[in-house]
């Protein structure tokens, strides 16, 4: 069992900076990989990133590497992602979701266990 609640999204210019945090309860936070995905309106949720159970690996979609970052601080059971260089083309409702293993992973969300209700980030041309 798990809760997953985000912050951090809102309305920003292109080229800007935001950082996403996803608090987590109700799970042994520590044990489980965490990602993020995003999903644009009429579109399938797209794989963002995910960082394994120690934040020792990372994996990103080739959409966002070397703009987006994914980590985590398991002492407050918390996950980033820190948006920088950010384009009209990630304007998106951003989901953290909890792995079902401690491996982090590419794209599938069937190793997602659970989902974060998102928050909307808007960058505005």
């Known amino acids: 069992q798990a809760q997953l609640v985000e912050s951090g999204g809102g309305l920003v210019q292109a080229g800007g900076s935001l950082r996403l945090s996803c608090a987590a309860s109700?799970?042994?936070?520590?044990?489980?990989?965490m990602g993020w995905f995003r999903q644009a309106p009429g579109k399938e949720r797209e794989f963002v990133a995910t960082?394994?159970?120690?934040?020792?690996?990372?994996v990103y979609a080739d959409s966002v590497k070397g703009r987006f970052t994914i980590a985590r601080d398991n002492a407050k059971n918390t996950v980033y992602l820190q948006m920088n260089s950010l384009k009209s083309e990630d304007t998106a409702v951003y989901y953290c979701?909890?792995?079902?293993?401690?491996?982090?992973?590419?794209?599938?969300?069937?190793?997602?266990?659970?989902w974060g209700q998102g928050t909307q980030v808007t960058v505005s041309s």
């Open positions: 979701a909890a792995g079902s293993t401690g491996s982090a992973w590419y794209s599938s969300t069937r190793r997602v266990a659970y």
């Open positions: 109700g799970r042994t936070f520590s044990n489980y990989a």
């Open positions: 960082v394994s159970w120690n934040g020792g690996s990372t």
